[in-house]
């Protein structure tokens, strides 16, 4: 099956910061998404990004699929930002009910 | 975006009982939605899909009679855990999407479950 892999695991930032979060996949995909689990556990649906690039504030994503990447961008990082950035794609076909999601990136901004 | 509500967010309840997590779309219909489970520090795993009107489909490796899953109208599923034991503790969450099976997925808030 479809493998993903997302670097760094941890990652740890001082407030203000910028950071870049990569999320690599195995296989040709028709569709992204990135997440953000907040301390309570809640998935934050950040972006959904089968291809090209998309802003939305401090955060932009890109999505390269011909090479099978995407990125996350955090700029003027905040303390709120801390938590679990996820990716997934669609495990198979064009359901995107099965995603298979990474391990996730942990972030932690410092004040 | 999509709203997903589930409930309850935390239960504690004692080995060998049964608990029931609901999970709701509130400002839209699906016919389809998808139960999660995520175990301390790791990913999300697929369950089940739960299908209005008919019978869930359950991945590999997940027991149907561990986990019974109800989707009697457009806008609720429920999960039932059954005779719960301390290694079903887990936080479970649900997901739907607004533009059916092939749409963005938006996930509801989770529930944590700790058998005691």
């Known amino acids: 099956g479809i493998q993903v892999e997302q670097s760094p695991p941890d990652l740890i930032l001082q407030e203000g910061a910028n950071s870049t979060l990569r999320c690599n996949f195995s296989?040709?995909?028709?569709?992204l998404q990135w997440f953000h689990q907040n301390p309570w556990g809640q998935l934050i649906n950040l972006f959904y990004?089968?291809?090209g690039t998309k802003q939305n504030g401090r955060l932009s994503a890109t999505t390269v699929a011909t090479e099978r990447y995407s990125l996350l961008y955090i700029s003027s990082s905040q303390t709120t930002d801390s938590g679990v950035y996820f990716c997934a794609v669609p495990a198979w076909g064009g359901s995107q009910g099965n995603l298979i999601f990474g391990k996730g990136t942990k972030l932690s901004v410092k004040p | 975006g999509a709203v997903v509500s589930q409930h309850p967010s935390w239960v504690i309840c004692k080995s060998g009982t049964s608990v029931k997590i609901e999970c709701r779309s509130l400002d839209f219909q699906a016919t389809t939605m998808f139960w999660y489970r995520q175990f301390p520090k790791q990913s999300l795993m697929l369950m089940a899909t739960?299908?209005?009107?008919?019978?869930?489909?359950?991945e590999q490796g997940v027991e149907k009679d561990k986990f019974l899953i109800n989707h009697a109208s457009l806008t609720l599923s429920t999960l039932t855990v059954t005779s719960a034991h301390p290694e079903d503790s887990s936080f479970y969450i649900c997901?739907?999407?607004?533009?059916?099976?092939?749409?963005?997925?938006?996930f509801g808030e989770g529930s944590r479950l700790t058998v005691l």
């Open positions: 296989d040709s995909v028709n569709n």
């Open positions: 739960s299908n209005e009107g008919s019978k869930a489909t359950y």
């Open positions: 990004i089968p291809s």
């Open positions: 997901s739907a999407s607004a533009r059916g099976p092939t749409g963005e997925l938006f």
